[in-house]
Each structure stands twice: as structure tokens, then as C-alpha cells.
């Protein structure tokens, strides 16, 4: 059963976590809102560099439009504050990293760091990709197949909302090296493996094209393709990594069996420690034993023999 102080002790780390946290969480939501508050009277901009894959292939004289009344501000915000937390997510993810780190042995930190940089950098490149490449084929596509008499007027609204959509998409898409290297540093599989799964990995980058994209063979075949390729890039990768993955493992079975050796000896040590204050005890008692009486009352010691002599109380002394 655990002790006053043991449980005191425990509180008190379980506060300091929680202060700890506490203050991650208010740097993260300071960081945003400082970004917020900086892109904020540039919204407008931000809004029409946005819109300009689209605005760049509508008629002449046509204009995107707004359905609701508080749409033309509330728009504009919403965007800033995304593109905030979009600008925010290499500090976000440090902060997170900065909290897990001191819970982590030093092999787990060799991974975890470049993983983390390698995703943030990966989903930059994939809402760069979905900007630069997909929306251009995308939007004219889509204004080019309008039928006659139909004016093409999106809504800012609509609008926003389906390149969001498409920016996840695409950055979550990019994340396919980084979760194939997961799942050979896990155990969970092998780049060998993984080779055998190549059919069915080009299969199911497409259905997950249909789900994440809008519905429309375009943004669906620029979603998976580029998934089946960099699942390839991931298996070259893991191939690569395969000896520092073993290392990893190495040093990580290396600390547990330090562990347990550790406690083995602290156990041991403990054990000694109780026999050693056993035999002290018993070597105190015995020695209390064998230690000489006072004489008692009518006997007195001779000092030529040594032994105690006992006289008659009624003689009065020799």
C-alpha cells in the first residue's frame, strides 16, 4: 500500500504534467492568434490569391458571387484564421514533440524527430501540389464543360469549402511515405512485403480518390496517382532504413534488458541489505548474552580465580 508522501509525490507529477500542458496549449493558441491577427487586414488578398486558379478561367464579366448576407466578411476571416493554423503547424507540431519528448528513450527520439519534420514537409508540398497543379486542370475543366446558357458563378461560400476539402485531401495523401515507413518501424509489415501488396495498393489509391476528392475522374486520378507513387517512394525508403530500424530495435531491447538487469540488482541489493541488518541483530542479542552478570547481593569476586564465591549471609564476611 502506497504512503502519504508516495501518493503527495504522485499528485505533484501529475499536476506538473498538467501545468506543463497547460502552457503548450496557450503557446500553440498564442502562436495562431498572432498569425490571425497579422493576416487579418490582409484577408481580402488572401481570399483573391485563393480564388485566382478559378478566377483565372471564368467568361469575361463573370464574378464569383455571395449567397449569404455576412458572407463577404465572414469568409475572408475564416480563411485567415486557417491559413493561421496551416502557418502555425511546424510550431504546433514542436510543441507537441517538446511535451512527448522526456517520455521517450533516445532511439525513439532519432526516429520520431525526422518523422515529424518529413510529415510537415510532406503535407506543405501536397496543398502546393493541389494548388499549383490540380486546380488549374480542375477549374478548367469544369468552366469548359458547362453547358450553353449556363453562367458560371461559384459562391465564395461553396467555394472555400471545396478547396479546404481538397487541400486535407492532398495534404493527407503526401503522408503515404511517412505511414509506410511507420508500419516497418513498427513491425507491423516489411518492405518485402509491401511489394506483394503493389496491386492492391494501386487499386485502393483509387477508391480512396473517389472518397477524398470531389466527384469528378480528374481530381480522382491527380489524388491517386500520386499516392501509388509515393507508397513506392515509401518502400524504397523503408528498404533504406531497414538497419536503423534494426538499430532501433537493437537499442531498444538493449534498454529493457538494462531495466530488468537494474532491478535484479537493486532487488538483490535489497535482499542483502536485509540479511546484513538481520545478522547485525542477531550479533547484538548473542553479544547481550553472553555478557557477565552483576554479581548479586552476599557474593563478591575473587580476584585471584575470577569466579564469584558464595557466602553464607549469616558469616558477616570471611
Known sequence: MASSDDTVNQEQGFLSHLIELRDRLLKMVLSVTVLFIVLFPFRDRVYSALAEPLSRFL????????YEVASPFLIPVKLAL???????????????????????????KRLVAPLLASSTLLFYCGVAFAYFV?????????????????QVSPDI?????????????????F????????????????????????????????????????????????LAVPMWLLFEVGVILSSRFKLWVKEASDAREQMIESESSNDAEMEADMLEQKADDANDTSSTKNAADKKPSTPAAGSYRNSLTDHIDDIDPGDGGP
Do not use: C
Not at 59 to 66: F, Y
Not at 82 to 108: D, K, N, R, T
Not at 158 to 165: E, G, M, N, S, W
Not at 166 to 172: T, Y
Open 157 to 173: 461560400a461553396r467555394y472555400l469549402d471545396f478547396v479546404i476539402t481538397i487541400f486535407f485531401a492532398f495534404g493527407i495523401a
Open 175 to 222: 503522408e503515404v511515405p511517412v505511414a509506410t515507413v511507420l508500419l516497418v518501424v513498427t513491425g507491423v509489415t516489411t518492405p518485402e512485403k509491401l511489394r506483394k501488396m503493389r496491386p492492391y495498393v494501386f487499386v485502393g489509391a483509387f477508391i480512396i480518390g473517389m472518397f477524398l476528392t470531389p466527384p469528378d475522374v480528374i481530381s480522382q486520378i491527380l
Open 82 to 108: 486557417m491559413l493561421s493554423v496551416f502557418l502555425a503547424i511546424p510550431f504546433l507540431l514542436y510543441q507537441i514533440w517538446a511535451f512527448v519528448a522526456p517520455g521517450l528513450y533516445s532511439h525513439e
Open 59 to 66: 467568361p469575361e464579366g463573370t464574378e464569383m458571387i455571395a
Open 134 to 150: 490540380v486546380f488549374p486542370l480542375v477549374f478548367k475543366f469544369f468552366i469548359n464543360v458547362a453547358p450553353d446558357g449556363v
